[in-house]
């Protein structure tokens, strides 16, 4: 299945141009024309990942990306004119996971793509990873152990892809929150400890108990 890609852009020639530029290359992709109700559009649309310009007609890209993330963590590049050191800030401040000033280099953005939709659907990589009687099934947002299954939230599930990966080894908090959000200047650390501990809560309910090992002032291991 392709991954889609939502365009929003109020520049026709510029969204014509990403267009054929990401299609070209793989991605399903969609734009909105109405600018009045883009949150319903992404809602609908479910999209993959989200190109988003600062200046867009009757609302602002910063305005978006703040709305977006009250019901979603679909990366956002913003794909953007406005290039001072502030607009770089403000978007990553509210949200966003990558920032790219036009004219923009193709090859720069579409690695910039590929990467941030591989750190964010490891899903699509492979199908079940297996460690001490625990399998982590990757297309279903899953774990089971000993008959029973707990389902698991796109961060959960990326946690725990990374601990299976690194099976065995100890993995450095600052790894795991660099894998989770790209940019671990801007994201309070305690946001990893309060996903670790939701993801403990919800194996010990289907009886898997001290699976995540604290290592202290290191990280984590299973």
Same mark, same amino acid.
């Given at each position: 299945m392709k991954q889609k890609i939502l365009m929003i852009e109020d520049d026709p020639l510029i969204r014509n141009e990403l267009d054929t530029l990401l299609q070209s290359n793989g991605y399903e992709?969609?734009?909105p024309e109405d600018f009045d109700n883009v949150i319903d559009q992404i809602?609908?649309?479910?999209p993959h990942l989200?190109?988003?310009?600062?200046k867009l007609p +009757?609302?602002?890209g910063f305005s978006l990306c703040t709305q977006i993330r009250t019901f979603s963590q679909v990366p956002i590049i913003f794909v953007t004119s406005c290039n001072t050191d502030m607009d770089e800030l403000n978007s990553i401040m509210l949200g966003g996971d990558a920032f790219i000033t036009k004219p923009y280099h193709t090859a720069i953005?579409?690695?910039k793509i590929a990467s941030l939709l591989k750190r964010a659907y490891p899903v699509q990589q492979s199908g079940q990873m297996a460690?001490? +009687?625990a399998v982590l099934r990757l297309e279903s947002s899953s774990l089971d152990y000993d008959g029973q299954s707990v389902e698991l939230t796109k961060n959960e599930l990326k946690i725990l892809y990374y601990l299976f990966k690194n099976a065995g080894k100890i993995c450095a908090r600052g790894d795991l929150v660099e894998f989770l959000w790209d940019n671990q200047l801007y994201v309070d650390d305690n946001a990893l400890s309060v996903n670790i501990n939701r993801i403990r809560?919800?194996?010990a309910g289907i009886g898997l108990t001290d699976f995540i090992k604290t290592k202290h002032r290191q990280g984590y291991t299973i």
């Open positions: 992709t969609a734009a809602k609908a649309e479910q989200i190109l988003l310009d600062i +009757g609302t602002s953005l579409l690695a460690c001490g +009687g809560e919800k194996l």
